[in-house]
Structure formats: C-alpha cells, structure tokens
C-alpha cells in the first residue's frame, strides 16, 4: 500500500506531499490539475525512463520519493534479496530517484543505491498500471503464474515456498562461503599435525 509519496519539480508541479491512508483513494480534478503528473511520478518510481526535459522550469533538480507498506514483506524481501538490496524495515520500502540538470541521475531503494533495471523488477511487483496496452501483459508468463496461483488458491502454498526458498538460498551461500574461505597450505597442516601429535604423545607420557 502506498502510504507517502512526495513529488518536487515535476513538469509544472513545484512541489507536493500526500499521506494516504488505507483504502480506495481516488484522484479527481479538471484538466491541467495535475493528475497526470502524479501519474508521472508513480511510473518514475517503478523504473519508467525519463529525460531532463521533465524537470520543472527554473529548477536544477526534479525528485519523487514514496513509502510503500506490505503487510506481507516476505515476497517482496524475497526480491531485494536477489537484487542485492537490503530488506523492508517493518514492511516498509523506500524509494526515491532523482533527475539532476548537471549531474548524474541517482536511484535509492532503501537508502542504498540502485539500478533502473532494479526499480523496473520491483515496480512490477509493488504497482500496476491499467491503460489501453494492458491485455499485452497476458502473453508474459510470470503474469499467466500469477493468475493460475490466484485462481488456484496457492497464496498461503506460495509463501511458505518463498520462505522456504529463501532459507535455502541463505544455506547455500553459507556452504559457498565456507568452501572459498581461506584454507590452510600444506605446511600450515604439517606443523598442526606435527604439534597435535606432540600434544598426544606428551599425555601419554603422563599416562
């Protein structure tokens, strides 16, 4: 759900921030209110390309930020975790990207910084936009598994087979861990051997 989004320097849009709570939530106004541009954020958080030319007039510097929050943060945790990105803190993600004049354009998720490529794979969880081109999304597959899991009823099966996925993952990359850690060489092994049988035969002695 979103709780927080803030827009500052977008198209005509100088500045704005919106709390919204939980439940429908419904944007009206005429045309040239400024719909739009909050639609403009929306698709920027998600990973939508954009330019300079979206920077508002005057301004050096266009950003959008927003809190989502997941009742369930295990799939989405689950996602971060393959993107190399740090988890939700209480169900709760962050993001925030900037469009500079001058400099290069910065993605934070989380605080950390990231990819386009990692915003788009996360807004394609956390939003969904509905216009004229939607029925293209039917021909991708990880859009038919979803709906084959809905109709199925799978949702409860299917995080506890993410939980369980993720643990696993967590054990694997601990035994890889393990396996390219430092090793002793061979004369690192001699000399401990040559000391532990030194130790034994000295408690023999004493036997």
């Known amino acids: 759900?979103?709780?927080?989004?803030?827009?500052?320097?977008?198209?005509?849009?100088?500045?704005?921030?919106?709390?919204?709570e939980a439940g429908l939530t419904a944007v009206t106004g005429e045309t040239g209110?400024?719909?739009?541009v909050l639609l403009g954020a929306l698709s920027l958080l998600s990973g939508a390309r954009t330019d300079k030319t979206m920077i508002r007039q005057g301004s050096e510097l266009l950003e959008v930020e927003?809190?989502?929050?997941?009742?369930?943060?295990?799939?989405?945790?689950?996602?971060?975790?393959?993107?190399g990105l740090p988890a939700c803190d209480e169900g709760v993600l962050l993001l925030r990207r900037?469009?500079?004049?001058?400099?290069?354009?910065r993605i934070r998720v989380n605080g950390s910084l990231?990819?386009?490529?990692?915003?788009q794979e996360l807004g394609e969880i956390w939003i969904d936009f509905h216009g004229p081109g939607e029925p293209q999304k039917l021909f991708q597959e990880r859009r038919q598994?979803?709906?084959?899991?809905?109709?199925?009823?799978?949702?409860?099966?299917?995080?506890?087979?993410?939980?369980?996925?993720?643990?696993?993952?967590e054990r694997v990359r601990e035994l890889e861990a393990i396996e390219t850690g430092d090793r002793?060489?061979?004369?690192a092994i001699a000399f401990l051997e040559n000391q532990i049988k030194k130790l034994l035969?000295?408690?023999?002695d004493r036997a």
Do not use: C
């Open 184 to 187: 002793l060489d061979a004369d």
């Open 114 to 119: 990231a990819t386009l490529g990692q915003l």
């Open 33 to 36: 209110a400024g719909k739009s």
């Open 145 to 169: 598994l979803e709906m084959l899991d809905a109709f199925a009823g799978n949702a409860e099966a299917l995080r506890n087979y993410e939980r369980e996925f993720q643990m696993w993952r």
């Open 98 to 105: 900037t469009v500079h004049r001058t400099k290069m354009p």
């Open 1 to 20: 759900m979103l709780n927080h989004l803030k827009i500052r320097n977008l198209a005509l849009l100088e500045s704005v921030d919106l709390e919204l």
């Open 201 to 204: 035969l000295g408690q023999s």
């Open 66 to 83: 927003a809190a989502l929050y997941f009742e369930n943060p295990d799939p989405i945790d689950a996602t971060l975790e393959n993107l």
